[in-house]
Structures are given as C-alpha cells and as structure tokens.
C-alpha cells in the first residue's frame, strides 16, 4: 500500500497521468497516450501496422503465422524481418497448408504477398487458399467441432481431481473481432473477392528464367539470383525498407517461397552429396535475411529436408533460419497404426526459436507435440502420451 | 489398379531391378494407351528400335511415334533430326503442344537420361511435360500428358531418386516371390493422402496384361507382421481393471468437500465434522514458543476476515 503512494505523487508530477489515475482506479502507471501528446514532442509512439502486434516479451513486432496456435509457442507470434522455416513432411501433405494459412492471413490483414515457387503458378497457390472464418459464426462451428471429436471416455466428468478437467488444452478458441491471428476452414475457399482486394506478386519460375544459362560454380543458381532480384526491387519499389518515404500507410510485406531447394529451382542438394552448388542455398539464405532485416517483411520458406543428402547442409540452413518448424507425418511409417497415435496425423517439432535481442528465447515448456487436420482446422495439441 | 495408371497422367515412375525387369511392363502399358486411341512417343535410348518393337504387331506399330537415340545418341552422322537437342530437347518441344488429345511419353529409360544430363535440368523438364495440363484456366485445350519412365534402381544412388519420387505422381515398384511377379504401386495426389497397393501380375507374350491374384494380396499397410501389436497392459503388477463391485463402491464414494445442496443432517455433520473441528475430540493442539528472533505482527490484517 506504501509502494501505491509513492508512485502516486512520482505520476503527480506528469500532468497527464495525474487525471488518468483518478479516472481509473485500477492503477497509477498510466502510460502516456496519444491524446496527452498534442505537441510534436511526442515521445514514442506505436507503429500501428494491421496485423501486427508488439511482443511482451522484447517488444519486437509480430505478425501472426495464420495458426493461433503455432503463434503461441512461437512466443506470440512470427517476428518482423525473420524467417520461418517449415522443413516438409515426406508426402508434402501438410506443409503446404501452413503456407498456405500464412497467405491467407496476410490477405485478411491487407498485407502485401510475394508468393514464389517451382513448382506451381502462385496465381493457382492463391486460388486455394482457405476461407477465413470471421467472428460470431465461427465460435459455433468452433464448438461443434470440439464436441464432435471428443472420444466417450473423456467425457466422463473427472471426480476427485475434477480441478483438471477446467485445464485449457493447447488450442485456443477463436476470439470474437481479433486483429491478430484468425481461424480458417480448410475445407473451403478464401473469397474471390478478398483475393482480387489484395495486392500480390507472384515468381514462377519457369516463366522467369531461361532454360540455356551457364553456371559458373561457387556462385547462386540463377533461379535464386532472379528470386532476390526480384524481392529486392518489390521492397524497393512499393517502399518496405524506408527508401520512398511517402505518405503511405506503411504496411507488412508477407514473402512465402515454396520448395526452395527442390531440384525444381536448379539445386542440386537433393540430387547430390557433394554437387557444384552446395553453398547456393546457404548463400541465398543469408543475402535473403538481410533483406528481410533492412525491411518491413517476414517470410515463409518451405523446404524438403528428408530430401537434402548432405546433412551438414541442413545444420546450416537451420542456423541461418530464424523459426525453424519440422513436420513429421505418421503416413507410410510404423506410428501410423501405433494405437497410441491414432487421433494425430503427425508430431511438429520446434526446432530452433531465434533470440532477437534476448539472451534467451522464449521457449515454451512442452517439447512433445502432435497436430491433426480435423475437417476443417489444424490443431496443435500437446501430445500426453509421450 | 495397375490398368488405370495412366488414367490420372502426370509421372508415373517404374521402379525395377536386376531380379525383375520392367521393360516389358512399360511395353504392356504402352500397347495399352495405344488402344485406347491415345498418342504414343517413345524415347528409345536403352535399347534398338527392332528390340523395342519386336512383339507388337503392325497395328500397334503403327501408332506408335518412335524417337530414336540409341544408335546415334551425340548425333554424329548430323543426318537431319526431327529433334536437334538431343532427348532434352524433344522432351522440351512436347511442352509446347496444343492438342486436346491424350499423350503418352514412354522414356526408355529414365535412367540412361538421369546418367548423362544434369538431374536438376531433368527435373524441370519432366516437370513442365507433365503438368501441362494443371492449369484451371485452360484445361479444355490441352490433352492429358502421362510420362512413363522406366527406372533401374540400383544405378543410382538415394538422392537423385529420392528427388523424381518427389516429383512423381504415381511410383511402381517391381518385385515379387517365387517367380510371381508384383507391382508396389504408391499413388500420390497433390492434396490428399497417398495409397499404395501391391497388385500381382504377368505379361503375357502379346504384351497384354494379366491380373492375377497372387500368394498375398490386398494393400499391405507399412507395419511389419512378424511383431504383433503391443498391448502394453499386459503383465503389469498391479491391477489396472476394477472389478463390478470395485467399481461400484467407488462410485457410491461420498467426496471430502464436496457437499451437495441439499441439507440433509447428514450432509450438515459433516460439513460442520471437516470445517470446524469439534471441541471434545482428541484434536492435536499445537505449543508455539516464540523464539527471541520471531516477528510477531501485532495488526495481522487477516484477523478482519470472518469465516
């Protein structure tokens, strides 16, 4: 009770926080807000991008990964300027819907995309990407699925420990008008509409590069070097890194690069041991984090690692990655009819978490972890038997 | 299964080994599509073009399109080649069609291209052969594309494999027992699970398909039948069940602090039996000595608070 005096007359002195306090009684650290700031002496003031949120933990700027819960063991969410990296699983199943909830969030927050792959039209990428579900309507369907999926034996109301049956699982339930992290029904399409809304860049590949280059060794692929030309000149030219200081309202620039490595983009790490370009994925990587640092952008790269032969090589891009998530799916393997595993479809292992401007990362506690594709979300859950 | 590979297009990769040969698969599938009406080209680099069509007759000869690289591969006679670029570059020239019909490319085999041309290049342009036909948009005008490349395992190593498996849509592994021969057929379509199968099967001298039911059929899942499932309950120490009358007795348990809204007396003894102890039982009392170093807070803020 002393300590609430002191600080009282420490916020008397700041004119504004004096009738802040008494309005609300709840405390009297009042933070300066904008109406106090008429002068242009203003002090900080927050960047209020859509989409975006600070951290509480190191106040870096998040935008959400399209999977609330997928943002809260990243610590809230995909920091600004890094890169996520999602290593697929074998049949390239559920990685392309991670990406594809990335875009699909970026649209319905008016971010700006950059869709790149080898393998698809990125026009086709877009027309698939899945339906938001908004507000009052989604609650219900949320709820409907959780019940529908709940096994018999779990519905017997716990007794004597009955303090556990309150305990959150780890998936959170759609909060109604969010601006931060939505749900999306895999099950259908995002509207034509928001699609056409949104302002996009799409790299394919085969449309860009012609097919009777030279490579010298120790040198990029040319796929890679027309893909950081190209991301550089959008940064450049739509202003993401400060260069065209106009009026804009500044926004978030949402890059997903699909398959990089892939024997599609001319790389030959899935083919070879020890082949001529060993060090262009590795050195793409690192030209591609300092673009992403000077700028206002987070990226998405999907890459088939089970795929790479050489396995220093993933040590590499591991480290030159921010967010590193691996897919690990139960088809084809023995877990698959493992009784134990029957109600997932595989286990998602976070494999690294950058430590931006901490000594330590904010890892959360639990290492054992199992999505499934219910009809239409993707949950992550915390996998109790193991 | 085995007769409507081709039926969903795309790569479809034939996996086989010293033990069991696939060339004369993929002339049982190519016959096939030829009599389905549709357009046949091979890529004949492996073997001549007499062996090649030896056992076909004149009808089916007829519709097949043969490109020959096996008796001049570096093109030294420099007679004119409908295809100058070598194997690439007839593949690439059938990126560029515009006929509605149905396609099959027939490579023999993939593996002489895989040796002698860069995997990545090969990749991209068996990739952009066999999707021709993925675009929404314009699906009406151009025909369905099957490559079928015959792949001899043992040449190579894991990773340029592994890579066109990556890219196939449907991967035939050779096999078999006793001189029965099957195909381990995985099908994978772009967005959904893949299925395999095991199909038994012989050719018969005219190239036609013969589907048999072998020693063991049906789709084997990955799980390996000698090791039963484990039941971990098994041989524990201590009782996992509870028996009819277990259970019962444990239902009927009345819990500590739980009181139900009735007031029965019951229920009112013993509430008032746990929350306040009652003055003639043999409660244990507890003799606090206060030490000199103890702190005893005289205005305890919690002597206001009236249970």
């Not at chain 1, 519905?155 to 309150?166: D, E, G, V």
């Not at chain 2, 006679?77 to 670029?85: D, I, L, M, Q």
């Given at each position: 009770m002393a300590a609430v005096a002191t600080c009282g007359s420490v916020a008397a002195s700041t004119g504004s926080a004096v009738a802040t306090a008494s309005k609300s009684n709840v405390t009297s650290f009042q933070r300066r807000g904008p109406r106090a700031s008429v002068t242009n002496d203003s002090g900080p003031r927050l960047v209020s991008i859509a989409g975006t949120r600070p951290s509480v933990r190191n106040g870096q700027l998040l935008v959400s990964t399209g999977l609330p819960a997928l943002d809260q063991l990243l610590g809230g969410g995909l920091a600004v300027g890094t890169v996520l990296l999602i290593e697929e699983d074998k049949y390239n199943i559920y990685s392309p819907l991670l990406f594809k909830y990335f875009l699909a969030e970026g649209i319905v927050n008016g971010h700006t995309l950059l869709v790149a792959s080898a393998k698809e039209d990125p026009a086709n990428i877009l027309q698939e990407l899945p339906a938001p579900l908004l507000d009052d309507k989604c609650k219900k369907e949320f709820d409907e699925d959780v019940y529908n999926h709940k096994t018999p034996e779990s519905?017997?109301?716990?007794?004597?420990?009955?303090?556990?049956?309150?305990l959150p699982k780890m998936e959170i339930g759609p909060v109604s008008s969010s601006r931060f992290g939505h749900y999306y029904d895999a099950s259908k399409r995002m509207p034509q509409e928001l699609i056409e809304a949104s302002n996009w860049h799409g790299f394919f590949l085969p449309e860009k590069i012609s097919s009777t280059l030279k490579v010298e060794p120790c040198s990029l692929t040319p796929g890679y070097t027309k893909l950081l030309q190209f991301i550089q000149n959008i940064i450049y030219e739509e202003g993401f890194d400060g260069s065209n200081p106009q009026k804009k309202q500044r926004n978030i620039l949402r890059i997903g690069i699909q398959n990089l490595g892939s024997p599609l983009w001319g790389d030959d790490i899935c083919c070879a041991e020890n082949g001529g370009n060993s060090h262009s994925l590795t050195k793409f990587l690192y030209v591609l984090r300092g673009l992403l640092r000077t700028s206002l952008s987070a990226c998405i790269i999907t890459m088939p690692t089970h795929l790479i032969q050489n396995k220093a090589i993933i040590a590499r891009v591991t480290t030159l990655s921010d967010v590193v998530v691996g897919l690990e799916s139960f088809i084809g393997s023995e877990r698959e009819t493992n009784p134990l595993y029957k109600d997932y479809h595989g286990l998602i292992h976070i494999r690294q978490i950058p430590r931006l401007n901490n000594l330590i990362c904010d890892e959360s506690d639990v290492k054992d972890l199992a999505f499934k594709l219910k009809r239409k979300l993707f949950t992550i859950e915390v996998d109790f038997i193991s | 299964m085995l007769d409507s590979l081709l039926a969903l297009g795309g790569l479809v990769l034939l996996r086989d080994s010293v033990e069991w040969e696939g060339r004369s698969l993929l002339k049982a599938l190519v016959k096939k599509s030829a009599l389905c009406g549709e357009q046949v080209h091979i890529l004949g680099c492996e073997v001549s073009e007499e062996e090649f069509r030896e056992g076909f007759d004149s009808d089916i000869n007829n519709r097949l399109v043969y490109h020959d690289f096996f008796r001049d591969p570096l093109n030294w006679?420099?007679?004119?080649?409908?295809?100058?670029?070598g194997p690439l570059g007839a593949l690439r020239a059938m990126c560029k069609r515009t006929d509605p019909v149905p396609v099959t490319i027939a490579l023999d085999s993939l593996s002489w291209l895989l040796l002698r041309l860069p995997c990545t290049t090969l990749c991209q342009v068996l990739h952009a052969v066999s999707h021709q036909d993925s675009c929404p948009g314009d699906s009406s005008s151009v025909g369905k594309v099957s490559v079928l490349g015959l792949l001899?395992?043992?040449?190579?190593?894991?990773g340029p494999v592994g890579a066109l498996s990556s890219l196939a849509q449907t991967e035939v592994t050779l096999g078999g027992t006793m001189g029965q021969a099957s195909a381990h057929i995985l099908c994978r379509r772009p967005r959904q699970r893949p299925t395999d199968q095991t199909q038994w099967f012989s050719i018969l001298p005219d190239f036609s398909l013969d589907l048999q039911e072998g020693p063991s059929v049906e789709s084997q899942p990955y799980?390996?039948?000698?090791i039963p499932p484990v039941d971990p309950t098994t041989h524990l120490t201590f009782n996992l069940h509870l028996s009819k009358k277990e259970r019962e007795a444990r239902d009927s348990l009345i819990l500590p602090f739980q009181f139900s809204s009735e007031n029965t007396k019951s229920s009112l003894l013993r509430q008032q039996a746990l929350l306040r102890p009652r003055p003639g039982q043999a409660t244990s009392h507890i003799f606090y000595e206060p030490d000199a170093y103890d702190d005893l807070d005289q205005e305890d803020p919690d002597d206001d608070l009236d249970i």
């Open positions: 519905n017997i109301k716990m007794k004597i420990a009955w303090r556990y049956q309150l | 006679s420099k007679t004119e080649e409908a295809f100058p670029g001899h395992e043992e040449l190579h190593g894991p799980s390996d039948p000698h």
